[in-house]
């Protein structure tokens, strides 16, 4: 964000691959969405989808896409967001923020189109196992490895 050179430069150095960007986004209206840095709290004024397309082009190679405001309300990702930026790049894409049932990991992954699912209270508290929630998302549809 600061320095966006800086995902082309570790692309080239060590592939794409290795260099996964981190996204905090909030909300700004219908629809819309705004890169924060420094934990949510500094805007940016980037649009999310705009900033999604051009860490594509600098050379992530996946994008961990956090909602700063469902992050630790454990009542569901933000798929509206998930598929905004979903759809604006082919990255491999890890959704954050929100997970507090095995249904929300689900949703994250069919209809927030995301590839990746990052999940913390619901594991952290005991409330699921992962075990469960990969047997969870087996049943349900979602590729996942069990081992």
Request: charged letters at 25%; glycine letters at 12%.
């Amino acid at each position: 964000m600061l320095d966006p050179q800086l995902i082309r430069g570790g692309a080239e150095e060590f592939g794409s691959q290795c260099i996964v960007v981190a996204i905090d986004a909030k909300r700004t209206g219908p629809g819309k969405w705004e890169v924060f840095t420094h934990g949510g709290s500094a805007a940016t004024g980037l649009d999310v989808r705009q900033w999604a397309e051009q860490v594509t082009e600098l050379g992530a190679g996946e994008i961990l896409l956090t909602s700063m405001d469902r992050d630790g309300t454990k009542d569901g990702y933000d798929n509206e967001l998930n598929r905004t930026v979903a759809s604006a790049t082919d990255l491999p894409l890890i959704a954050s923020g929100g997970a507090g049932t095995l249904e929300h990991l689900r949703a994250a992954a069919m209809e927030g189109k995301a590839d990746g699912l990052l999940a913390a209270s619901m594991f952290h508290f005991g409330t699921y196992t992962i075990r469960e929630a990969k047997e969870y998302l087996k049943n349900h549809g979602v590729a996942v490895r069990l081992d």
